[in-house]
C-alpha cells in the first residue's frame, strides 16, 4: 500500500490535527540493539534499520557464524491525539523468528525470514505517554521453519523495512498476510478486453457500512471509476468485490513496453474518507510450451535469466534501496529479461523495480533441500508444513499485484529420500494454483524421479564443466530431457561455474570445484558453451545463469577467500564484472555499443604468439597492435577472434574498435624468457 509516509518532526507537529487517512511512519533509526539471551539494563549498541549481527563471523567465512537470539529495542512516541487511531506495526523481513513485545506485553510471533508481516497494537499502546518497542530475533537453525539449509547466509536480525501505520477505525486491512490487502485479478486477458476482479480486504467496526472506490487512471486520465458497498461482518471484515473491464487495454509487454495503470482505493463511511491506498496494475497474458518456450501477450519471449541472492561484503542482507536498484541496473545492462529471485522472497522494492524495468520473474518459497549435502530439506512434520504452507501464502498474498512475476518456485533441490517431500510438494502446488490460478508453478530440481512431475513446468540445476562432466554436455542433457518430457515445458534453474578475477591462467584447463584454483578463463569458456547450446534449444522455457552476483557462503572454503560462493559474473562488491559478464553483454544488450577484450587481467603472458578475442555485439571489429591495423573480423555469439597474433617481447598496445567508434585498450606484456634467465 503506498501510504502517505510522514517524518517524526512533520507527526509532532501534525500531532494535535486529525489525521485524514492511513498514514505511514517509518520506524528504521534510533535502535537499541544487544546480541544474546541476557539483557543487561543499560547495555546496548545504537543501531539503525536494515541491520544484521552477522557481518563479521558469516562474511569471514566462519561457518560456524552467531545463529542465536539478539534483541532490538526503541521508543515508540505515540501522540495522545491518536487515541481513536488504529495502529499497526509492519515488519518487512525479519531473520527467522520475531517476537514483538509493546511495553513489555506480547503482541506476536513470526516465524519465517523473508515475508513481510504486521500486527496491530492499538490496544497496546499508551496514546501521549512513553510507549517500548521490543523485538526479539532468532535465527537460529529450527527444524519446523524453511529453509532447513542452503548454500547461502541466514544473516539473523531486522533486516529490512519496520513501520508503523496509522489508520483510521475502517481501513483497508494490513493484516491479510502481511499484504496490502489489495488484489487485483486479471480474470481474463488480450488485446481487445481486460477483465479484472479486484478483492479488498476491509477491517473495522462490526455492522458498519462502508463504500469502496476503485479509480483506475492510465497516467493522469482516468479511465475507470467504480465502487461497491459492503457491511462488516461480526468480526469487523468484509471483502469488497469489483469486477471491471479496460476495453483496448495497453498491456504490460516485459522490456518492450512495461505500462502499469495507476489504481487508487479509497474507502468511505458515509461520506468521510477512511482510508486512501494506491497500487498499480500490470495486464498481461503468458503461457509456457513444452516445444517452444516462453509466451508473453502471445509473442516468444526468449527468457536470458539470471539468479540472485540479496547479499553485499560489509553488510551482509542489511541492503538498503540504492543496492537493489544497482543490482537491477546491472541486469538491464547486461541485457538480461528474467531473474529467479533465488531462494526466497526478496524485498518488496525488488519487486517493484522489477515491473518498471519489464523482467520476468520467478519467486520461490525457501523450500531448499540438500543438494550435495547429506542433510535434510523437509522434515515431514505438521510444523513444518504449516510453515510451508504459510510462507506460499504470505509470498503470494505480498506479492499478487506484480505483473513481472509469472512463476512460483516451490522447491529447490528436494531428494526424495528419508522423509519423501512428493506429497507436500503436491500439496503446495495445488495451493499456490487455488490462491493463484494464472500464474505458472515451477521448481528447480537436481535428480530425477516424482519431483519432477508435480508443478505445471520444470527446470534443473545443472554444472556440467564444473561439478563435473563437460559444458558440451549440456546440450544433449537438454535433449534428452526434452524427449522425456514430451509434454511439460523444462529449463535450467541454475548452471554456473566458480571464477576468481584474481585467478589467471594461459591454458584452458577445468580446475578442480572445491580447490583454491578458480581461473577466470575456465567460467569464460564454461559460459560460452552453455549460451550457445542453450540458444540452439528454442524449446527451454527459460534459462537462469548461477548467478549474477558472488555470494557470501560461510561453509565454503575454496576459491580466493573462504566464505564466498564465487560463480557470480561480478564480484561480491559489484566493483568487477568478470569476463562472462561481457560475453553475454555482447549477446543479450544489443542497443548499447560493447567492445570489450575478454582475458584483460591475464596481462603477463609468456608466448608471444597469442589468441586474441573480443566481445561486442557490433557488426564487425577493427583489432590494432602496436599501432597496426589487424584488418576487421565479423563475429560468432559476439566473439571476435584473431588467431596466431604476433606480439612482441615486453608492452604491447592492443586496441579494439567498432564502426560505432565503440572501442577497448589493453596492454599486455609477454615476458622476455631470454632476459629473464637468471
Ligand atoms: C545448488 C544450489 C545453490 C548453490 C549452487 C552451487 O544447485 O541450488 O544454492 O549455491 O548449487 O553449488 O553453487
Known sequence: MNYKHISLALLLLMSNLPVIAGLVMNLNRYWRYTPGYELRKGVYEKVNLPHTWNTGDALGGNADYYRGLGNYERNLEIPAAWKNKRLFLKFYGVNTIANVFINGQHVGEHRGGYTSFTFEITNLVRPGEHNTLQVRVNNAPQLDIMPLLGDFNMYGGIYRDVELLIENPNCISPLHYGSEG?????????????????????????????????????????????????????QGQAVATIPFSIHNPRLWNGQADPFMYAVELKIYHNSDLQDDAHTKLGLRYFRADAHQGFF??????????VCRHQDRPELGNALNKLHHEEDIAIMQDMGANAVRLSHYPQDPYVYKLLDEAGFIVWSEIPFVGPGGYRDKGFVNQESFKENGRQQLKEMIYQQFNHPSICFWGLFNE?????????????????????????????????????????????????????????????????????KEFPNTPIGISEYGAGASIYHQQEELKKPVANSYWHPENWQTHFHEQHWMAIDQRPFLWGTFIWNLFDFGAAHRTEGEVPGKNDKGLITFDRAIKKDAFYFYKANWNTTDPLVYFAERRLDKRSNTQQTIKVYSNQKSVELTVNGQSLGRQKGHYGRFIWENISLKPGKNILLAKAKSGTQDKIVIRIEDTASSKF
Open 296 to 305: 508473453l501477450n502471445g509473442n516468444r519471449l526468449q527468457l536470458k535469466g
Open 182 to 234: 489489495i488484489y487485483l485479478k486479471p480474470k481474463q486477458v488480450n488485446e481487445q478486453s481486460a477483465q479484472v476482479e479486484a478483492n479488498v480486504h476491509l477491517n473495522g467496526q462490526a455492522g458498519e457500512t462502508l463504500k469502496t472506490e476503485i479509480t483506475v487512471r492510465n497516467g493522469e486520465k482516468v479511465i475507470l471509476k467504480t465502487e461497491t458497498h459492503n457491511t462488516l461482518d461480526a
Open 414 to 482: 528436494l531428494k526424495e529420500e528419508g522423509d519423501n517431500p512428493v506429497a507436500f510438494v503436491q500439496e503446495l502446488n495445488q495451493l499456490a494454483k487455488e490462491l493463484d490460478p494464472l500464474r505458472l508453478t515451477t521448481a528447480a530440481s537436481n535428480q530425477g524421479g516424482q519431483l519432477n512431475r508435480l508443478t505445471e513446468t520444470i527446470a534443473w540445476n545443472k554444472y556440467y564443466g564444473w561439478y563435473g562432466g563437460t559444458p558440451a554436455s549440456i546440450g544433449q542433457w537438454a535433449d534428452k530431457a526434452h
